[in-house]
Structures are given as C-alpha cells and as structure tokens.
C-alpha cells in the first residue's frame, strides 16, 4: 500500500506518543509475558475507560517542546529549546524525569544563564549523561529538516542541551537517522535500511571525542556500530528470543542500550510474530513487542513508535489507541504542520 508522506509524519509523532503512553505501564518491569501485553493493549478497545487515560510521560513533554521549539523559531534555536524544556519541568515535574536529567532543567530555568550547554556538561562529575532522554524525543528533528546532514547536525545540538555525553547524543542521532530514513519508505528494504544507519554511525563514531568517550567507558571502539552489527545479526537468525535480545542489546536507560534495541524491534516486527495476534499490523505488533521486553518500556516504545509510525503511516494507527493516549491528537496537529516546515524551500 502506498503511504503518503503526510500520513508518514503524522504516523511518526503520533507513534512515539502511543509508544510512551502505553509503555508506560512496564517501564521497569523486568519479565513481561506476552498475555500481560495483550491484555494491556485489548483493554484500550473498552470505549468506557474515557479518553486520554493513559499519560504521557518525560518523552513525550519534551518532544512537545523540541516540536513547538522548531516550529516557532522555524528551525534549530538553543536559547529557546532550553527555555522550553526548563519551563515543562516546573509546570509539570512529575513526568517521569531521569534522576539526573532534572539538576539540569533546574539550571536552564535560570534567566543569568548565559550557554545553555553548560549544564548538561557539568552532569555526572563532568563527563555527561549517556542516557536515553536526548534520544527519546529526537523524532522531531526528522520532521523538520530535509537532508541527512542537518538531521545530524540539530538532533546532536538538541539532545546535548541535556546530554552531553557522545554516547548519549549519538543516540539522539542514530534515532532522528532512523525515522529519516523511514519516512523516506527505506524500511521497505530491511537491509538497506540498517546498512544506511551502519555506514551514517561509522561517520559519526569516528570523531575524536566519540572514541575518547568509548574508551573512558570500557565500550567497544565503534559502539553503536557494534550494536547495529548486532542487530543484523539478530535479523539473520530470524527467531531469536526475548532473552537473547535482551542480552545482546539491552532494554535500558542508557541511550545505547536502548536506541538500537528500538530499531531491532520495529524490524523484527516487519512481519507477522508468534505470541502475537494475526489481525494486528506492522505498528500493533513493534508497540507490543517492544512491551515485551521489559525495562525502559517507554522509552523504547516510543523511539520505536517513531520509527514504525513513519513507515506505516498514520491510518495504521487504531484510533481506540489514539484515543487512550494524552497527547496524541496535538502530537497528529504538531506533524502536519512540521511537513509545512519541510516542505518549505
Ligand atoms: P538522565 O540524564 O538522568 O540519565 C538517566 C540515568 O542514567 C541517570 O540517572 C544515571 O543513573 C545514569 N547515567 C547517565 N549518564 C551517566 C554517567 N555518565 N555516569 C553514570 N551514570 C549515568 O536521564 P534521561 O533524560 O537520559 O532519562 C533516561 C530515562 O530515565 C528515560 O527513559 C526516562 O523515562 C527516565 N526514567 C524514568 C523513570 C521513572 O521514574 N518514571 C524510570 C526509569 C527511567
Ligand atoms: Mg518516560
Ligand atoms: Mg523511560
């Protein structure tokens, strides 16, 4: 079926938002069975249970503010991206922040701030947070900008207003690459589609501060390459355990154990899976198993919704599931208007 690419934007924020929303349920459980899953999910078919029951949590807030950062200013703005996220997290602090990340939102809500990056660089005795959370809302950027350099450039730029290590903004960027190339309908060529991220993360990882950063962290020398590799691998093997992804990929809150975890997940879940229902699509069946994993639920449901929503478009998304989730028609609004963005010459 041909996806327009309005539907695929649409598809990509809205994705990301269900992901955070209906994760959240896990987040931090570390065996989740199949029918736990499935039960979770059937439920949001029960028209009783109201609409936007479910919240959305620290992923989803800050996408909001990295979506409306780029919309207002029309293109990348750091002063203003900072004031953002440091104004969400006074408005509403209870989203599920990382423990860290909150010293730093603190600090950018203060007007004699004079670099906004300073922050983050003082976090964790100076050597920055590898965490997931410049990942997790890294869509965005995707949706704003046009070609593969610029993707890089803002998505590296905007996670390190809060994560300043490589490992953690290399996250940001292997996931804003990821939905780039989905919402371009390369997922319809699996290989292609990781190979692309291989050869753009090798660039990435060869810079200097990357390799120190590695080393000081007793990771291998190309680390998410090493991880994509990995994936491959697992995609080889088609039928590899939840155990064995899990181990080899990780299901946590660092950034590189859970972006490529995310991109495993929507390819593993290009086609029908065991333990799965048959009358779910392509995005039903990433959301769940991306549940099934256990862990930062959240998180990797929403990097993978992103994905996934960018490649199956918007009309793939049930609308029982829109409605469950907070966020989800501002997050459709918010995508139309940023393919405005891109579409601008
Ligand atoms: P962050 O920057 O605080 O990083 C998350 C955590 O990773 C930190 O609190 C540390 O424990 C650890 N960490 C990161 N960098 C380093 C380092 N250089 N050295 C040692 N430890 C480090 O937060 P974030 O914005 O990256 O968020 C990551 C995840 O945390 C997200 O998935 C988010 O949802 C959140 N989270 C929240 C809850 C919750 O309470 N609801 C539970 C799990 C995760
Ligand atoms: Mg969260
Ligand atoms: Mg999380």
């Known amino acids: 079926m041909l996806v327009s690419t309005l539907s695929r934007f649409r598809g990509a924020l809205v994705g990301a938002v269900l992901g955070d929303c209906i994760g959240g349920e896990f987040e931090g459980a570390e065996d989740v069975p199949f029918d736990r899953v499935l039960q979770h999910l059937s439920g949001l078919e029960d028209d009783t249970r109201g609409d936007g029951i479910l919240q959305y949590s620290d992923d989803t ?18 002063q203003d991206m900072a004031r953002r996220f440091a104004k969400e997290y006074s408005l509403a602090p209870g989203r599920g922040y990382g423990s860290g990340v909150v010293q730093v939102l603190r600090k950018l809500a203060s007007p004699q701030l ?50 300043s290590c490589s490992l953690g903004y290399n996250g940001a960027v292997l996931q804003a690459l990821a939905v780039h190339l989905s919402l371009q309908g390369t997922l319809a060529l699996p290989q292609e589609f990781i190979n692309k991220l291989i050869s753009e993360m090798e660039a990435v990882e060869k810079d200097e ?37 899990i181990s080899e990929l990780g299901n946590g809150i660092a950034a590189l154990e859970s972006v490529p975890t995310a991109i495993f997940c929507v390819l593993h879940c290009l086609e029908a899976r065991e ?71």
Request: glycine letters at 10%; a negative charge; charged letters at 20%.
């Open 61 to 78: 807030a800050m996408m909001r503010c990295v979506s409306h950062s780029l919309l207002t200013r029309t293109g990348f703005d750091e």
């Open 114 to 163: 004079s670099d906004v990056f300073q922050p983050a660089q003082a976090q964790f005795g100076g050597r920055g947070s590898f965490g997931n959370g410049g990942a997790m809302r890294a869509a965005p950027f995707a949706l704003a900008f046009k070609n593969a350099a610029d993707v890089r450039r803002y998505s590296r730029l905007g996670a390190m207003l809060t994560h």
């Open 209 to 245: 501060t990357a390799q120190r950063d590695s080393k000081a962290l007793n990771l291998a020398e190309f680390p998410y390459c090493a991880r994509l590799h990995k994936v491959k691998e697992l995609m080889e093997r088609n039928g590899a355990s939840i155990e064995e992804v």
């Open 275 to 345: 333990g799965l229902p048959e009358h779910y699509g392509g995005l039903e069946r990433t959301i769940a198993y991306s549940l099934a994993l256990g862990g930062d639920t959240d998180t990797i449901a929403c990097m993978a919704g992103a994905i996934a929503g960018a490649h199956y478009g918007i009309l793939a998304i049930p609308q029982s599931w829109q409605r469950s989730c907070e966020g989800a028609e501002e997050a459709d609004q918010l995508a139309e208007r940023l393919y405005k963005l891109y579409h601008l010459e």
